[in-house]
């Protein structure tokens, strides 16, 4: 998820009350809500492969939590004693500067994990709980309405039964959520209201085919390369393109995130004489 989106979570938990309780506690919430992406710092220099297998790792787990949270909150309570001793009236809290700082980095972890469409089945419950705080249950509400009307739209959906189905926030728009069914040659996706009501006319969606059993696209899911894109990717889809140099390249993309053009989530390798793909196993971690 957007670092814009975990600044906002900080600062709604702050503007909430929580802001208040103890000084620092903004600088808590909002530097927590963004502090497991710090795993950036070793996972987005060496290449495209060793980001998609580092960035949410550990930083984004129990532990990371556990780990962040304790050292967020002794940085916070060195900045209190050495940097602003006197400067304010208030006397800090430890006890709420250790409870915004979990929360903060807590929304993150919550925020990403619902974002990759992770919190499913029993889990339902506890996201719901977890949106309410961030979102003030207006989200939560409307993004449970989201997801049966997805789960409908799925069920009515020709052919087997195996689906893979995703609900993922739409940018800045609590009432419309970006849907993706997917089975195993195709990728629907599309947006949707919470409500009939709040459906954007003619937005019936789009299907992506899969190719994932082209022979060129195989062979690349054997390599390293391959194995990093499967453990990253949720929906991955793939094309044969024309390179800027008129050669062939073999793309995979995650339709979670990119289904064009070469950005974010997308691995491209370019294919041989022989039609298989060339694979820099430097590059790989
Ligand atoms: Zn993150």
């Known amino acids: 998820m957007e670092n814009v989106s975990h600044t906002l979570a900080g600062f709604a938990l702050a503007r909430g009350g929580l802001g208040k309780t103890t000084p620092l506690a903004t600088t808590a919430l909002v530097g927590g809500a963004n502090l497991p992406d710090i795993d950036l710092a070793w996972s ?14 550990w930083t984004h787990s129990i532990l990371g939590f556990l780990v962040l949270t304790s050292l967020w909150w002794l940085t916070l309570l060195a900045v209190d004693r050495w940097l602003l001793s006197g400067r304010t009236a208030d006397r800090t809290s430890p006890g709420s500067l250790l409870l915004a700082a979990a929360l903060g980095i807590g929304s993150h972890i919550l925020m990403d994990g619902a974002a990759r469409g992770q919190w499913r089945g029993p889990l339902t419950a506890n996201m719901g709980v977890a949106l309410f705080v961030l979102y003030a249950g207006l989200c939560a509400a409307s993004h449970h309405a989201a997801q049966a009307r997805i789960a409908r739209m799925a069920t009515a959906l020709p052919g087997g039964t195996s689906r893979q189905v995703a609900t993922l926030p739409h940018p800045g728009d609590p009432l419309r959520w970006e849907w ?13 209201g919470a409500l009939p009501f709040f459906d954007l006319a003619g937005a019936s969606g789009a299907v992506l085919a899969r190719n994932l059993d082209a022979p060129a696209v195989e062979a690349l899911l054997k390599t390293c390369a391959g194995e990093v894109v499967s453990e990253f990717f949720r929906f991955p889809f793939a094309t044969i393109e024309e390179g800027p140099d008129g050669g062939r390249d073999v793309v995979v993309r995650d339709a979670r995130y990119t289904r064009q053009g070469r950005g974010f989530a997308v691995y491209s390798a370019r294919l041989g ?13």
Request: hydrophobic share 35%.
């Open 273 to 285: 004489a022989d039609g298989r793909p060339i694979i820099n196993r430097d590059e790989c971690p």
């Open 180 to 192: 993706i069914i997917a089975d195993a040659s195709s990728v629907r996706h599309g947006v949707i």
């Open 44 to 57: 987005s220099f060496r290449s495209a492969l060793v980001y998609d297998h580092y960035h949410r790792g």
